[in-house]
């Protein structure tokens, strides 16, 4: 959400939320990676904190889409579950809970361990929805 408001008619108005010098609501509601502003990732389950451990955590959501998901009928941890999904942390088109490049580590490592409200770098920190 922008700080100010936008005219968004009579024309089509472009809001670029990666460009570092758009003001937007709320601090820390983005961080910057790569030269770009991004969305803190990871509310797996939809109820406004990114939490990685602990109770209602979204770990174990992530954990849940893999392991009952239609086609791992072996029921793996390592399945890698394909599409662009709610489970798929870093949007590479690939929900993994195990191996490399899951989206469980980069859940812990760029949400909840890169955050600068998250002061003494805690695993049980909850990060918390920024919108109003």
């Known amino acids: 959400?922008?700080?100010?408001?936008?005219?968004?008619?009579?024309?089509?108005?472009?809001?670029d939320f990666?460009?570092?010098?758009?003001?937007?609501?709320?601090?820390e509601s983005r961080y910057l990676r790569n030269g770009e502003m991004t969305l803190w990732p990871g509310?797996?389950?939809n109820d406004g904190k990114v939490v990685y451990q602990g109770p209602?955590?979204?770990v174990t959501h992530l954990f849940q889409a893999i392991l009952l998901y239609p086609s791992n009928e072996q029921s793996l941890a390592n399945y890698i579950v394909t599409g662009y999904r709610q489970a798929d942390l870093n949007l590479d088109g690939k929900s993994?809970?195990?191996g490399p490049a899951n989206d469980r580590a980069m859940l812990l490592l760029n949400a909840i361990l890169s955050?600068?409200?998250?002061?003494?770098?805690?695993?049980?920190?909850i990060l918390l929805e920024k919108l109003p």
């Open 43 to 45: 509310d797996f389950n």
């Open 115 to 125: 955050s600068p409200e998250n002061a003494l770098h805690l695993g049980n920190f």
């Open 1 to 15: 959400m922008t700080e100010d408001p936008y005219l968004l008619t009579p024309t089509t108005t472009k809001i």
């Open 18 to 27: 990666s460009d570092p010098n758009l003001h937007v609501y709320g601090n």
């Open 56 to 58: 209602s955590n979204d």
């Open 96 to 98: 993994i809970y195990q």
